[in-house]
């Protein structure tokens, strides 16, 4: 999953899964998505919500998430 696109609403592009975070029963609970100025979104980190992740069952290397741009660019950035 690290490395694959991740499209908002419209199928515009938001940025590509870098990292994903574990809890302790090491389910996965954060997709963390680097947006690289992307479709005019700042280049920085985000934690999105796994949950909130969809899969694309016919194209496996495709997410979707459901956002727009602009909400992803009022996300506050993420920090390790």
């Not at 934690?47 to 997410?63: D, F, Q, S």
Request: proline fraction near 2%; charge should be negative.
């Amino acid at each position: 999953m690290i490395g694959l696109k991740v499209f908002g609403k419209n199928d515009s592009l938001l940025g590509v899964i870098e990292d994903l975070i574990f809890n302790n029963s090491h389910d996965v609970r954060y997709a963390i998505i680097r947006t690289s100025g992307v479709s005019g979104i700042s280049n920085k980190l985000v934690a999105a919500p796994y949950r909130e992740l969809t899969v694309n069952k016919t194209e496996e290397e495709k997410i979707t998430l459901n956002i727009t741009d602009a909400a992803l660019e009022s996300a506050p950035g993420f920090q390790y």
